[in-house]
Nanobody, 120 residues
């Protein structure tokens, strides 16, 4: 199983970006899909998550500005980021909880990270 993240870049304060992450491989079922971020010198933190039935949760710091969504047919998750601030600068990682075709249990899989830089 692989997770491929994309969509990061450089944006001015107040701007928007949309991150995408798609899972591929021998997938039986995808459960929760989440976005984390890690800024330089800081611990990785949960930004937003979405369950297989569409329930969402957000970090307080991004509520009202970020929106997570998913496309179950594509095993993909998206993060729409609006009103970006310099404090949002970080490497963003996607994570998916997946049961593969050959496994009985489900495991966490991580994407490679995509850099988001908010600066004027």
């Amino acid at each position: 199983v692989q997770l491929q993240a994309s969509g990061g870049g450089l944006v001015q304060p107040g701007g928007s970006l949309r991150l995408s992450c798609a899972a591929s491989g021998s997938i039986f079922s995808v459960y929760a899909m989440l976005w984390y971020r890690q800024a330089p010198g800081k611990q990785r933190e949960l930004v937003a998550g979405i369950t297989s039935d569409g329930s969402t949760n957000y970090a307080d710091s991004v509520k009202g500005r970020f929106s997570i969504s998913r496309d179950n047919a594509k095993n993909a998750v998206y993060l729409q980021m609006n009103s970006l601030k310099p404090a949002d600068t970080a490497v963003y990682y996607c994570k998916a909880v997946i049961r593969t075709l050959t496994a009985i249990d489900k495991f966490d899989y991580w994407g490679q990270g995509t850099q988001v830089t908010v600066s004027s």
